[in-house]
């Protein structure tokens, strides 16, 4: 990944991509001390840029760092090299870290870097498989207590316990882990949050415990907007054998049906294919225009 072509913005300037690097000692990458987003162009237009950069500035603040750059700085950065790439659709990746000044647990006076890239990519999930539903297994590991972590920071080392549960997941054949919290109710999957319905009702977990997605807010509201009742709640993984239907929502993910979780089985239904399509038309830069 790092030999492709075109330029990273990197502190302020535009570099290319094989030279963007980062020293060995670096703080961020010893001990986690790294925020970042993920973010989707249409049409040559960022979905919800703002409200992603927000959210990349607040996930530094959670880790006691200021990014040095402004909310309008950094969409713009993502802007400019948008263009620069030449691409209309593809995925925004901003990151911010601490560096390699200092060597310790305490890195108080240790630079804080931004770097953003950006590139294309297609499907988070197997197209093929993707309308048919994709399934998941049981994570072994469930998301922190938010007084075990600073659970509501899009932080790199929140992710640790994300890649082991993908991988493990991945080499017993299935696409991706359902993730329960520390109380033992369902949270999300390892980069997507996650939807059911029963009888005409959406029902979601209330993400008082993990990341509270942006495609998830966008959805929710999707959803309403169709007069569809949607049920924010502590949700028991026994109750997904009373479901039928089951999808997952996320800035890679887009909405993606679910076929299976662990023993569970679900139908890519009416519901699930209509908020496919709707926000598939909501990403598109014409209807951003006119709201
Ligand atoms: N949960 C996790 C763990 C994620 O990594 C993501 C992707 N950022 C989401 C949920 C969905 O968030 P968003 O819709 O803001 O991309």
């Not at 530094?60 to 309008?72: K, Q, S």
Request: proline share 5%.
């Amino acid at each position: 990944f790092d030999q492709l072509d075109g330029q990273i913005w990197f502190n302020g300037e535009f570099v290319p991509w094989r030279e963007a690097k980062v020293h060995v000692l670096t703080h961020g990458l010893h001990y986690a001390s790294s925020v970042f987003e993920g973010e989707r162009a249409y049409g040559g237009r960022i979905f919800k840029l703002r409200e992603h950069t927000d959210r990349l500035i607040a996930s530094g603040r959670v880790l006691g760092f200021e990014i040095p750059y402004t909310a309008d700085e950094i969409d713009a950065a993502c802007n400019e090299l948008l263009e620069r790439q030449g691409f209309t659709d593809a995925y925004v990746r901003p990151v911010a870290w601490r560096g390699s000044e200092s060597m310790g647990v305490s890195a108080q006076n240790n630079r804080i870097n931004l770097a953003i890239a950006i590139w294309q990519w297609p499907s988070y999930f197997d197209p093929e498989q993707r309308m048919r539903g994709i399934r998941l297994d049981m994570a072994e590991y469930r998301r922190p207590d938010p007084r075990t972590a600073p659970s509501k920071a899009k932080a790199s080392g929140l992710y640790m316990i994300c890649t082991i549960s993908k991988h493990a997941a991945e080499a017993k054949g299935y696409a991706d882990a359902l993730m329960l919290d520390w109380r033992g109710r369902v949270a999300e999957a390892t980069g997507a949050n996650v939807f059911f319905v029963q009888d005409g009702v959406i029902h979601t977990p209330d993400p008082d415990c993990f990341l509270d997605g942006i495609t998830r807010r966008t959805v929710i509201e999707l959803a309403r907007r169709r007069g569809i009742e949607v049920r924010v709640r502590a949700i028991q993984p026994e109750e997904m054998e009373g479901f039928t239907e089951c999808f997952l929502c996320g800035t890679a993910a887009e909405v993606t049906p679910v076929s299976e979780i662990g023993p569970y089985r679900f139908q890519p239904g009416t519901i699930t294919r209509q908020l496919v399509e709707d926000y598939a038309s909501e990403v598109q830069p014409q209807r951003m225009a006119a709201e």
